[in-house]
Every structure is written in C-alpha cells, then in structure tokens.
C-alpha cells in the first residue's frame, strides 16, 4: 500500500514531459550530503520512467481488484461474512506491514537493494497466476465456492507478503534515485499517472465487466482477477529495468548489531525521534478509516439496493479523486511544507465517513462523493504525505530502519477492518435509527487523528537534501 521543481502558479500549467524533465534536472544537482557516484542525469531519467512503469501497472493491477470497490463484492459472492471480510483485510495488511522490519534488518547497510526486490516479487506474484481458476469454477458446488472463497484469501496474502518484503528495498532505491525536493513531485506524478490509468480501467473494463448484463458470476471476476495478474507482472517488468543508484557513504568499521538487540532499539529510536513518534500517532489513529473502507459499497448495495455494476462507477470515482488530490498533496508539500500535506490528507480522512453520514444517503449518485474523497486520501494519499514527511526527517544512513519501524508500529491498524466487520451482520451494516455506527465509530477515532495531525512541525530532517 502504497503501496508515486519549482513551486509556483504555472505549475498547473506544466506538462507530464515537462515534469519528468524539471524533476531529473533538479535531481542531479548535487546534494549537500552526497552520495557516491550521485546518479547521472541519464540514470534519474531512466529511473524515473522504468519505476513509473513499475507504479503505474501496479495500480492498474488494483485498479482491477480494487480493494475498496470489487473484492468486497467478490468475497459476499463467495459467501463471505462481514467478519470474514473485515479479516481478509486485515491478513493482508498484516502481511504487508509486519515483515518489513525484518527486511529492513536484513538489508541495512547493504549497498544492493534491488536483488530481494525482484525475488521477493516474483516469487510473491506466481500464485497471482491460479486465482482466475478458483473463481472460475467457484459455482459448480457449495464446496467448490468455499474453495474459491480460501484460495483467494490465501493468493492475496501471498502478494501483500511479496509488496511488504519488497517495500522497504523500493523504498530506498526510491530515496537514492531522486533528490529529496524531487520526490515530492515523483509521488505526484504516479499517481497521477496510475489515477488516469485506474478511470480507463474503471470505466471500459471492471464496470462493463461486472455488468451481469455482459458475464454472469463467476465468470466476471475471474476475467478481472485474471487481467489484474497480468498487470501485475508487466509493472514487475518495470522492477526489472530499474538502475540501482549506489548506497550512501557508511562507516564500513560498525557492526550490525543482533536482531535481539535491533528490537530494543526500537523504543529508544521512538524516545529520540518525538516527530517520527508522533507521525506514528497520526497515522495509527488516520488509519481507522480502513475499518470502514471495505464497507462502504457494501452499505450502498444495503441502502439502494444497486447492481454490482456500480462497483465498477465507485472505482472510477477512486481513481478520479487521484488525479484531483495527488497534485494537491504534492503542492501544499511543496510551498507549505511536507507536515501541512499529512494534516490536508488526514482532514480528507474525515471528510469520508462524514459525507457517507449525510450527502451520501441521498444516492447512488450522491454516494460517488465518498469513494471521490477517500480514493485519493486513504491509503495512496496518505502514502505520499506520510512518505514524504517521514524521508525529510530521518539521516538517509537510517532510512531502512526508520521506514520499516514505522510500518512494524502501525501493524495493530491491520485489526480495524475485523472491527468494522463485527458492525455487519449478514454482509449488511449495523443501523441504530438507520444511521450506520461504524462510520460514526470511524468519524469520531480520525478526528483524533486529525488533532494529533495538527502538531506535527514543518521542521527539516537529517535527510533534507534541499
């Protein structure tokens, strides 16, 4: 999850290619703390299209099994309960999140991070291959079905595994590729990119195809997963091309220490860092949201009793919400600072179970709204802020650890959707007075958050190469 130049007024007027090309000029320039052999302009551009690459099918890889959007839909067609889907969820996010401390140990000071990238990617993304068959045949028989139902939340656990092994190594190739004023406007333009990308996909392919009009069940799902594979494997293409900048200067006489003694580290790495200690809060109290995120189509099947066509019209309003807020985030990061991103990002947090409380019930139409704030706020919109903000605070010799400990502390995150599952009962929402609790429940947990969002400082790290 998530896993994307000059400031001004014209800036809304710049092109992609003249993005790219203002991006590579700046992250050339030499850094006040460089590393050796700081990449050359053609090696930046390079990087910058192939890791492009990597990123934009990834999302046109979720884009077709959206989280959000279609795979709730798919586990209620396989006869998953609300719990179940609040669980399967979580499972991913754990696999995500947990090992990336891990890798992190595993791969400090290490001046190769690419070669467990691409291993753990691909090995991770093989069972992608099987999934179209499970579905396929998930209506034969009631057996059959629940088979499905496991095989799926076994292969999507397999590679959220394979993207938390591989995040913290693309990560920091991230990090050494680009200057840190470039990339503020690389996660920009990703994203950008992928939200284009995720509305062709949305609206000519997942709604068309959940048209029960055009493929009755399970046939429709099991072509989406099956294309979600393959874009899965062309941005893995992408991994492969990337040019490994090299490693920053280390003191080559420190020994890495036990991973026994790497674990009681952590607390005092806590203890000496308050604003690495209190973006954990905000994030840990941010990402409530998600217990909420897997139900809300959900709610909107339960309320107006649509089609699952509709989560096809939810995901292009996902993927339009990315190309509306991205540039948004990446803007007020540049003229107002990394800090001022996080708090906008976690105000939209709260925006999205408030609109579902009130302007949503309208419609389906009106409903769009939620799915219009929360694709580009939850998850990837959060990523870009909470990445940027955390990159310019820490020394790039400690980047590794700091990027996997952040991800270990917010392992307890995974939890919230089994929550929110335990407000469904019968794939339908918990009403009191016919007001759903869980988004009240989530509304009231990100307010916190977005109170704690408010005293982070705009102060430059260790890693700041402006």
């Known amino acids: 999850m998530d896993r994307i130049g000059t400031a001004g007024r014209e800036e809304s007027r710049v092109s992609f290619r003249q993005m790219i090309r203002e991006a590579t000029n700046e992250a050339t320039s030499t850094p006040d703390n460089p590393t050796p052999a700081f990449p ?43 719990v179940l889907i609040g669980a399967f969820a979580a499972v991913r996010s754990l ?18 991070q690419l070669p467990v990238l691409l291993y753990a990617a691909t090995i991770t993304r093989l069972p992608l291959l099987l999934m179209p068959y499970f579905i396929l ?23 959220a595994l394979g993207d938390g092994l591989g995040y913290v190594p693309w990560m920091e190739i991230v990090a050494r590729s680009f200057s840190e004023r470039t990339r503020g406007r690389f ?21 068309r195809i959940l048209d029960p009009n055009f493929l009755a069940f399970p046939k429709n799902y099991a072509l989406l997963s099956g294309l979600s594979a393959l874009m899965f494997f062309i941005s893995l293409l992408g991994v492969f091309l990337i040019k490994e900048p090299p490693a920053p200067k280390s003191d080559p006489t420190v020994i890495r220490p036990p991973l026994s003694a790497y674990f009681r580290r952590l607390p005092m790495m806590l203890r000496e860092n308050p604003v690495f200690a209190r973006l ?16 809300y189509v959900l709610y909107a099947v339960q309320r107006f009793g649509i089609s699952d066509k509709w989560g096809g019209t939810y995901q292009i309003m996902q993927a339009a919400s990315i190309i509306l807020l991205s540039p948004l985030w990446t803007a007020i990061s540049e003229r107002r600072g990394a800090a001022s991103a996080v708090r906008a990002v976690v105000f939209a947090h709260l925006l999205t179970p408030i609109i579902a409380l009130t302007v949503g019930r309208v419609s389906p139409v009106a409903f769009c709204l939620v799915f219009l704030i929360m694709g580009g706020s939850l998850g990837w919109g959060m990523w870009i802020a909470s990445s940027h903000y955390l990159m310019s605070q820490v020394d790039e010799n400690e980047r590794p650890i700091f990027i996997g400990l952040a991800n270990l502390v917010l392992a307890p995150s995974a939890l919230y959707p089994i929550l929110g599952g335990l407000f469904v009962q019968q794939d339908k929402l918990i009403l009191v007075s016919g007001v759903p609790i869980l988004f009240v429940l989530t509304a009231i947990v990100v307010a916190f958050g977005f109170a704690a969002a408010r005293k982070l400082p705009n102060t430059e790290g260790a890693g700041n190469r402006e």
């Open 95 to 112: 696999s995500l999140n947990v090992v990336q401390i891990f890798v992190a140990y595993a791969t400090h000071n290490r001046p190769r």
């Open 280 to 295: 954990v809060v905000v994030q840990l109290l941010t990402s409530f949201g998600t217990a909420a995120s897997p139900f």
């Open 40 to 82: 050359t302009r053609f090696s930046v551009r390079r990087n910058f299209a192939t890791i492009l690459l990597d990123v934009a099918f990834f999302a046109l890889g979720m884009a077709l099994l959206d989280p959000n959007a279609v795979l709730p839909l798919l586990m209620k067609n396989l006869g998953a309960s609300g």
């Open 137 to 159: 045949h998930a209506g034969d028989s009631p057996a059959a079905q629940t088979t499905a139902k496991w095989a799926v939340i076994i292969i999507m656990a397999i590679w």
């Open 187 to 207: 996660f920009g333009a990703t994203q950008v990119l992928s939200g284009i990308g995720s509305i062709v996909i949305a609206g000519f392919l997942t709604s």
